[in-house]
């Protein structure tokens, strides 16, 4: 820091700063996962096109592929014509509920992963299930952080659920 004063024409202050990488600064990390956990093909069902938007984001930029369905019906086609690693639901969706749809996925591909997410208080599935059997379950809204180490732990078969 330098000054500098002359009577009659003022005083002049002048601060020297180290330069700073702006796009260092504002870059968030993404939670690092396992290369045995990225990769794959996880298929989104999601009827609210902004919560599609943002999972398939999250997702894509942690390594999968996505593919995308607002209903049930679309989804179980999709199931059948892919190689799917996941299935990550909504519980409420319009056509046949998240629980439903699970259950029709159960017949055709018994061996597929799926991960239930709702906005809802109370998650509108435990009621349905058999007492003792967990459910793979996420809180809407969720960070990217959340999502991926929920993704993660179910492919890896380190299961949990995760709430706020």
């Not at 330098?2 to 009577?7: D, F, G, I, K, P």
């Not at 991960?115 to 003792?132: C, I, N, R």
Request: glycine share 8%; hydrophobic share 40%.
């Amino acid at each position: 820091m330098s000054v500098h004063s002359e009577e009659g024409k003022g005083t002049t202050f002048r601060a020297h700063f180290p330069a700073l990488d702006v796009t260092a600064a504002t870059e968030r990390p993404t939670p690092a996962i396992p290369t045995t956990a990225r990769g794959g093909t996880i298929l989104v069902v999601e009827d609210e096109p902004a919560m599609m938007a943002l999972t398939a984001r999250i997702l894509r930029r942690n390594g999968f592929t996505v593919l995308e369905a607002s209903n049930g019906i679309d989804a179980l086609g999709l199931v059948t014509g892919h190689d799917l690693q996941l299935v990550l639901t909504d519980s409420v969706l319009p056509q046949m509920s998240g629980q439903h749809l699970a259950e029709e996925i159960g017949e055709i591909r018994p061996e597929l992963p799926i991960l239930f997410m709702s906005g809802h208080s109370q998650p509108v599935l435990q009621s349905d299930q058999p007492a003792g059997k967990d459910v793979p379950f996420i809180q809407k809204p969720f960070t990217e952080r959340a999502l991926v180490e929920q993704v993660r732990a179910i492919l890896t078969g380190e299961e949990r659920n995760f709430r706020p």
